[in-house]
């Protein structure tokens, strides 16, 4: 039994050593219109890779933003808004660097966008997803501070605030009743009365 457990943590020991390794990352980033932008993307080793896609997800499916296949780059099976917009920071793909360069972001790039690798032989191909990069591209004055929806559930709150301060009055004031008013006849009053 323990050679069979030692055998087993042996052959996972060196399935980890052999198999690629890649660091998976999540990040979000923010952009101005017209910004140039990084997603940024790295594996630890990138040897055998011969597919790098960039997609950006899209409802239920995907749009391809970038295609480097077999060592070159694909533009027949890019979306067309990427056409000439994307490219690889560094194309030598030097320690795995894999980032892509997003360039004149608009407000309809804002999603995310997924960095696949496929790795292998004809025989044995693996694909994974490496990153995901959510991407924001707002309007300047828009929500640059990321804190508009703050302002306004401020704004809601001092509103109510200044609503119940006011229904309170309304209701202090009819509970407390009107003023007793204090009733005097004047003396020329008086001097009719008598007559």
């Given at each position: ?161 200044g609503v119940v301060g006011v229904v309170g009055v309304v209701m202090y004031r009819k509970r ?20």
């Amino acid at each position: 039994m323990a050679a069979v457990t030692s055998a087993s943590v042996l052959s996972t020991l060196l399935l980890l050593c052999i198999s690629p390794v890649f660091v998976f990352v999540v990040q979000n980033i923010r952009a101005r219109p017209g910004e140039n932008v990084s997603l940024p993307c790295s594996a630890l080793q990138n040897s055998d890779i011969i597919v790098i896609e960039w997609s950006r997800r899209f409802q239920n499916f995907s749009h391809v933003v970038f295609l480097h296949r077999d060592g070159w780059f694909d533009p027949w099976n890019q979306h067309p808004s990427y056409k000439n917009r994307v490219e690889l920071k560094d194309e030598q793909m030097k320690d795995g660097n894999m980032s892509l360069i997003l360039k004149n972001v608009i407000i309809s790039d804002t999603g995310t966008y997924d960095c696949l690798i496929q790795r292998g032989t004809d025989q044995i191909k693996t694909t994974e997803t490496i990153c995901t990069i959510n991407l924001t591209v707002f309007q300047p004055g828009g929500d640059e501070d990321g804190n508009v929806g703050l302002k306004v559930g401020l704004s809601v709150v001092a509103l109510l605030v200044g609503v119940v301060g006011v229904v309170g009055v309304v209701m202090y004031r009819k509970r407390k009743g009107p003023k007793e008013e204090t009733s005097y006849k004047a003396a020329d009053d008086k001097d009719t009365d008598h007559q």
